[in-house]
């Protein structure tokens, strides 16, 4: 068990819900430095919306987000330089090749440009897409674009990482490069949100895992404990039975 | 406007310079203007009755003053779709590529993104207009203009003139992009824009309507004051705005 540190990421009631139903309805979640949250649900749970909800690419109806402490409404435009993010499309233009692809982050994310190359480098490496520098993002697979786009977002060194469905897509190699890549960051205190419709690889490494469903908090799943798919069905099952009658 | 300006004009620029759309919309344009004007003059010279109609008095100007006309009046209306249509590429390919998605939660603010993504746009098209410029004068000189009608090469000031009008025009493109999320609102903000204008100049109306005087200014000059296509700055300020805003409150709500 680890010392209760910091929340990097801190919301608090947040709701959106949209025309027919679908949405978020008063979610409350903490993602402390040096932990792995992982936020699971079946498809439609709300994870996507929760994570727009999050990085501010929605407003919420109800509730407040808060980022290091700060009201994300009312953070500076630098205090988002501490966070990666990759929800749905990855920041891969495809008319770039890889390394301007990864240049272009770097300098969105407030990198210097005298910094931006020694970064790239490393993130290239990090995720074995050296072979690829020179290709433009438009001939890359589905899924060697899904590495550019988590390279983009954690080249940087974020304090807090933000993540929706990382896997998808992702070979085995890549899925065993983007763990070792979020345990290595956590270890050196990054916060660590990702979300995923089934319990993968990376859902196992997680300190805490949050099951989502119908746009609510339903429960939470030991990460050390046995037969964790049975576990998760039971508490969507239980919610999905219960909820009507609610 | 935060410092980063000058960063995202860069990551701007490099994405429009890697892009074969701004090539080819340039390479359009100006062999299309420059096809079209060549067809036009040996038309008239052919004395080909309908070219003669569309022409107007100007079939009767000759040197550079009727190569300039013709090319003006073609430019403000096909120079408008070519702008409208990069506006609306520049800004609505974040949304069909799904990139917008990474321009949240950035040191840097959408609305200085939005103005990047206008300088950047301004720059190309004042590159669109000496380079279209250089064009109408090698095919004046190649017309014999440079010994025949010396004086005249004065006209040429006239196409960066309106080219650089004529994107100016465009932004509300942009704006129709963004508020769209994808290209082709600001496509048919575009063609509205060109129709209004070309329909507004034919019929003689809208001197001060900014949308309209170029294109009239580009049929009979003498009609329009200069004043009259100072206001045509208004047309960028408020839209640039209005855009710059609505990437200020922009939401993944669809």
């Given at each position: 068990m680890k010392a209760v540190r910091r929340a990097v990421l801190e919301a608090r009631a947040i709701a959106r819900e949209f025309p027919g139903g679908a949405g978020v309805r008063g979610i409350d979640l903490t993602v402390a430095a040096g932990e792995i949250h992982a936020v699971v649900g079946l498809n439609g749970a709300g994870k996507t919306t929760l994570m727009r909800l999050l990085l501010g690419m929605l407003r919420p109806q109800a509730g407040t987000v808060r980022l290091d402490g700060v009201e994300i409404a009312d953070a500076a435009p630098q205090a988002w330089a501490g966070v990666g993010h990759l929800v749905e499309h990855p920041l891969a233009y495809p008319e770039l090749d890889v390394r301007s692809n990864l240049l272009v982050s770097a300098r969105l994310h407030g990198i210097p440009r005298e910094r931006a190359e020694a970064l790239v480098a490393r993130a290239l490496a990090e995720f074995d897409l050296e072979r690829y520098?020179?290709?433009?993002?438009?001939?890359?697979?589905l899924g060697n674009r899904q590495r550019v786009g988590l390279a983009g977002a954690l080249q940087h060194d974020p304090g807090l990482i933000v993540l929706d469905e990382?896997?998808?897509?992702?070979d085995p190699a890549g899925v065993i490069l983007l763990r070792e890549a979020l345990l290595r960051r956590a270890g050196a205190g990054a916060g660590v949100l990702v979300s995923s419709h089934h319990l993968d690889e990376v859902a196992r490494i997680a300190d805490r895992v949050t099951v989502v469903n119908a746009g609510r908090v339903i429960g939470n799943l030991d990460p050390a404990g046995v037969d964790l798919e049975r576990a998760f069905f039971a508490l969507v099952h239980a919610d999905d039975v219960e909820r009507p009658r609610a | 406007m935060n410092a980063m300006l000058g960063t995202v004009v860069a990551v701007e620029a490099r994405k429009a310079r890697a892009s074969r759309v701004m090539i080819w919309i340039t390479v359009i344009l100006v062999g299309g203007l420059v096809a079209l004007t060549g067809g036009m003059l040996l038309g008239a010279a052919s004395g080909d009755e309908q070219v003669l109609a569309k022409l107007g008095p100007l079939a009767a100007t000759g040197g550079w003053a009727g190569l300039v006309g013709v090319v003006v009046q073609i430019a403000a209306a096909g120079g408008l779709l070519a702008f409208g249509v990069a506006l609306s590429w520049i800004f609505g390919r974040e949304f069909a590529d799904g990139?917008?998605?990474?321009?949240?939660?950035?040191?840097?603010r959408r609305p200085t993104i939005a103005v990047a993504k206008l300088v950047v746009f301004a720059v190309w098209a004042l590159g669109v207009a000496v380079v279209l410029t250089i064009a109408v004068a090698l095919m004046g000189l190649a017309l014999g203009y440079g010994a025949t009608d010396a004086a005249g090469a004065a006209e040429l000031l006239r196409v960066p003139v309106l080219v650089v009008l004529t994107a100016l025009l465009a932004v509300p493109a942009a704006w129709a992009a963004t508020l769209g999320r994808g290209l082709l609102p600001g496509i048919a903000a575009t063609v509205g824009i060109i129709v209004v204008s070309q329909v507004s100049a034919v019929i003689g109306v809208g001197v001060w309507v900014p949308f309209v005087a170029p294109a009239l200014w580009a049929i009979a000059?003498?009609?329009?004051?200069p004043v009259a296509l100072l206001a045509v700055s208004s047309v960028p300020f408020v839209f640039g705005s209005l855009c710059a805003l609505a990437w200020g409150r922009l939401q993944l709500d669809r």
């Open positions: 520098a020179r290709v433009r993002a438009s001939r890359l697979s990382p896997t998808n897509a992702l | 990139t917008v998605s990474g321009l949240f939660a950035l040191p840097v000059p003498s009609q329009v004051p």
